[in-house]
């Protein structure tokens, strides 16, 4: 059974530009949720999506939003860049919902704000 | 105050040791995870509790959710343990700890 594919494996941009992240999850799970990394913060919830309806959504700005479609696949973008977006962007999947089941992650994106 | 501490931030021991590392959390919650990040590397998840405990290989994990504690162990270390442990608890969203880096020298 094929992991959690997350694309691109890296991305630089500059500051003001915008980005599109894609993850894949696996095949059956409905459940996909966005986390951001950074050495600083540590791990933290963007949002996650289930069903092609966001269920959650973490303390991050309006610039960053997501969507899942009807096989899944999710898209998480982030417009007008700052550097202080440069970070390991991180998606799961999974059977269920809300936390309750087994978490699948992908390797993530590494974004680079320059 | 974080809503979950993890403790200790930095641990080494040496192979075959027992290795204990705690979770604390402030809120109600759902769900518990322990996940493994090993450096540069991708996560993996350890377990998912709600109650009780857990046992897999040499990991075990428990949770006493009246105490709102939760603990990792793992048995006969190895360096192939060497990692940062996260825990991440679950009320309307993940919420994470900042992890416990763990060392295991042969």
């Known amino acids: 059974k094929a992991g959690v594919t997350q694309t691109p494996r890296y991305l630089i941009k500059t500051r003001g530009q915008q980005v599109t992240l894609s993850c894949s999850p696996i095949?059956?799970?409905?459940?996909v949720s966005w986390y951001q990394q950074t050495p600083g913060q540590g791990l933290q919830f963007l949002f996650e999506?289930?069903?092609?309806?966001?269920?959650n959504k973490g303390n991050f700005p309006g610039r960053f939003s997501g969507r899942q479609f009807s096989n899944s696949r999710s898209e998480m973008n982030v417009s007008t860049l700052e550097l202080g977006d440069s970070a390991l962007y991180l998606c799961?999947?999974?059977?269920?919902?809300?936390?309750?089941?087994?978490?699948?992650f992908g390797s993530g994106t590494q974004l680079s704000v320059l | 105050k974080n809503e979950v501490e993890q403790s200790p931030q930095n641990l080494t021991a040496q192979e075959g040791e027992f290795i204990t590392i705690n979770c604390s959390y402030s809120?109600?919650?759902?769900?518990l995870h322990w996940l493994q990040q090993h450096p540069g590397g991708g996560i993996v998840s350890l377990f998912m509790?709600?109650?009780g405990k857990k046992k897999h290989g040499r990991l075990i994990a428990t949770i006493n959710i009246q105490e709102k504690h939760s603990s990792l162990h793992i048995t006969a270390s190895h360096p192939r343990d060497s990692a940062v442990y996260i825990c991440?608890?679950?009320?309307?969203?993940?919420?994470f700890g900042k992890g416990t880096l763990l060392t295991v020298n042969p």
């Open positions: 799961a999947s999974s059977l269920e919902d809300r936390g309750r089941g087994k978490l699948f």
């Open positions: 095949s059956g799970h409905r459940s």
């Open positions: 999506y289930f069903s092609e309806t966001q269920r």
């Open positions: 809120v109600g919650i759902s769900a």
């Open positions: 509790l709600s109650s």
């Open positions: 991440a608890v679950f009320n309307y969203k993940l919420t």
